[in-house]
């Protein structure tokens, strides 16, 4: 199983959603969807990143209470809570990158085994068959 993978995975997507809204070369949201949008995209960032970061690092804490609010109405402090979501997950990407730590394991489930479909028809045939030679065996009244 390849657990630092998926930490590298949401970790090079945290920074490149950090990226579209901190770099020098991108523009800021046009419309207030677009900053829902990068909004959203953050929460979701910071909510996958809090999982993998030690419990009580102070840049998760700061993290879930910004992703928690809510944007404001107004052009520049939509904004200016947009780039304040981005910083906070860049510092768990940093936090992150920092302690190498490896994301929780997922709980697993009880599940029924699915049988592959050639496993599925042999029992039918063997059925089937058991079937016929029963019914070939009794004798007719």
């Known amino acids: 199983m390849a657990l630092p993978d998926v930490q590298r995975d949401q970790s090079v ?5 950090v990226a579209l809204v901190l770099d020098e070369d991108s523009p800021l949201p046009e419309s207030a969807g677009d900053v829902e949008e990068l909004g959203w995209r953050l929460r979701g960032h910071i909510s996958q990143l809090g999982f993998v970061v ?11 209470q910004l992703a928690s609010a809510g944007v404001p109405d107004g052009y520049m402090s939509s904004r200016v809570h ?14 992150v990158q920092a302690h190498g730590v490896a ?4 709980t697993r489930r ?10 599925l ?3 039918v045939f063997a059925v ?14």
């Not at 030690?54 to 879930?64: D, I, L, N, V």
């Not at 994301?103 to 997922?106: I, L, R």
């Not at 068959?129 to 007719?140: E, T």
Request: charged share 15%; net charge positive; aromatic share 6%.
């Open 13 to 17: 997507a945290a920074a490149e959603t």
């Open 54 to 64: 030690p419990p009580g690092a102070p840049a998760s804490r700061h993290a879930q």
């Open 82 to 95: 947009l780039v304040k979501l981005a910083e906070a997950a860049k510092a768990l990407v940093a936090t």
């Open 103 to 106: 994301p929780a394991q997922p």
């Open 110 to 119: 009880w599940r029924w085994w699915k049988p592959r479909i050639n496993v």
């Open 121 to 123: 028809r042999g029992s």
């Open 128 to 141: 089937a068959f058991a079937c016929l030679v029963l019914a070939a065996s009794v004798p007719r009244v």
